[in-house]
């Protein structure tokens, strides 16, 4: 299930929530409370002639008394920044108000893996799932505790964007537009012949079949199909569907690549409307990659590696896992300019390089070229420093080398500027 929210602009920011305090001055006021409920004649009295109650220590003292390892360690909790999905994340451990000498970093959550190096708290997120994803970062340093919280906007397809064409400030309060969910895309948005199904979360049984359009459309908002040609309204819960034999006929009528979908819902007495817009694709390029060496040999000591997809206009945000033999696909591919990098945590965007997918491509292959230094066995900080040091070879060499269809990208004409002294 595909879940299509209404994407608003939200700032970002820093908070910090420290319960250290708090649990110091409850504590005082219970020692004070005990002291004065004895000091008034409270509290539970010993029978006559019984032999006098040793004296309770109290939990200062217990607490004064109990070995260091013991001690309840301070945890504080902060909100970090969002952050991108399929990309490197350095944050500098001055700047979040964290000791650069801390002395280890658990992630869990949508995070899989961090590192803590030179000042820095370093981390890798996933692709992009649609969703907004989570996850928390738990940093000791001594007997303190940190628990950084993340929060991964996505970027992906699936986040449409709502429209309202009513006026901006009318003394009215902003009504709360419903969530719209999307039943049967595939990943990254692809429309194949499944079942597809729309639904606004929480509107009731609304009666939304006769005004309501959905519209297919190029870049250039032409017209290529409409959906109330091919869906079935469900009056029971407002919803409209497309059977598996109408999906056959309206790709038949589309073209391959990303494609705009416009979704306009109206009731019956006109008295509710809403509009969302979206992204999805039929049938994007496959793009096979591989790693490989300055002498043109294939790279397969870094199975398991995440190779990372970033696009610059769509916004297409992906991770694929290198294998055994050195390659990784990435599968839908719209046409757009895209970076592609290792989540290296040590050396970050060391092997990486830039791919343009053009229209109507179907096939593309990438090849990404690993410096000298990356296929040491250490590949430490300190034993890449020393290599660097001693051999001189660039250790930020990037490179990488792209076909559509088999065939190399045009050439282009980039032009000469002359400089006069």
């Avoid at 994407?7 to 005990?34: E, H, P, Y």
């Avoid at 945890?75 to 952050?83: D, G, M, P």
């Avoid at 907004?132 to 001594?142: F, M, N, R, W």
């Avoid at 970027?155 to 709502?162: D, V």
């Amino acid at each position: 299930m595909a879940t299509v929210k209404n994407v608003f602009q939200t700032g970002r920011r820093t908070s910090i929530d420290t319960g250290a305090d708090m649990k110091a001055t409850l504590l005082t006021m219970a020692v004070l409370a005990n002291a004065l409920l004895v000091a008034c004649g409270g509290g539970t009295q010993a029978p006559p002639g019984s032999p006098p109650a040793a004296e309770k220590p109290s939990d200062t003292a217990l607490a004064a008394k109990a070995p260091p390892s013991t001690l309840p360690a301070s945890v504080k909790h902060i909100q970090l920044e969002e952050v991108d999905p399929a990309e490197v994340v350095i944050l500098s451990l001055q700047d979040i108000d964290l000791p650069a000498d801390a002395d280890s970093v658990t992630p869990s959550g949508a995070i899989s893996n961090a590192l803590l190096m030179d000042g820095t708290l370093r981390f890798s997120t996933p692709g992009d799932t649609g969703e907004d994803q989570e996850a928390t970062l738990e940093i000791k340093s001594g007997a303190a505790t940190t628990i950084g919280h993340v929060l991964i906007r996505s970027q992906r397809l699936t986040a449409a964007q709502a429209y309202d064409d009513g006026p901006e400030d009318d003394g009215l309060p902003v009504p709360v537009r419903p969530r719209l969910i999307v039943d049967g895309l595939g990943p990254n948005n692809t429309i194949t012949d499944a079942p597809l199904a729309f639904r606004l979360q929480g509107v009731g049984a609304l009666d939304l079949k006769d005004k309501s359009k959905g519209l297919v459309m190029d870049k250039n908002n032409n017209v290529l199909g409409r959906l109330e040609d091919f869906w079935s309204f469900n009056p029971t819960d407002s919803s409209f569907s497309i059977s598996v034999s109408a999906m056959q006929r309206l790709l038949h009528t589309l073209p391959s690549g990303d494609l705009n979908l416009g979704l306009n819902f109206v009731s019956k007495d006109a008295e509710f409307a809403v509009n969302y817009d979206m992204l999805v694709i039929k049938q994007g390029a496959k793009v096979s990659g591989r790693l490989q060496s300055l002498n043109g040999d294939p790279v397969t000591t870094f199975a398991g590696r995440k190779i990372l997809l970033n696009g610059y206009d769509a916004r297409m945000r992906a991770e694929t896992v290198v294998d055994a033999n050195g390659t990784f696909t990435f599968e839908n591919v719209i046409p757009d300019t895209y970076l592609l990098t290792w989540n290296d945590l040590r050396n970050p965007y060391i092997v990486g390089g830039s791919m343009a997918i053009y229209q109507d491509t179907t096939q593309a292959s990438v090849t990404l070229v690993v410096p000298p230094n990356m296929l040491a066995a250490d590949t430490s900080s300190a034993g890449l420093a020393a290599q660097r040091a001693g051999a001189g070879t660039p250790l930020s060499y990037v490179s990488s080398y792209a076909t559509q269809d088999g065939t190399p990208p045009p050439p282009r004409d980039i032009g000469t500027t002359e400089i006069t002294p």
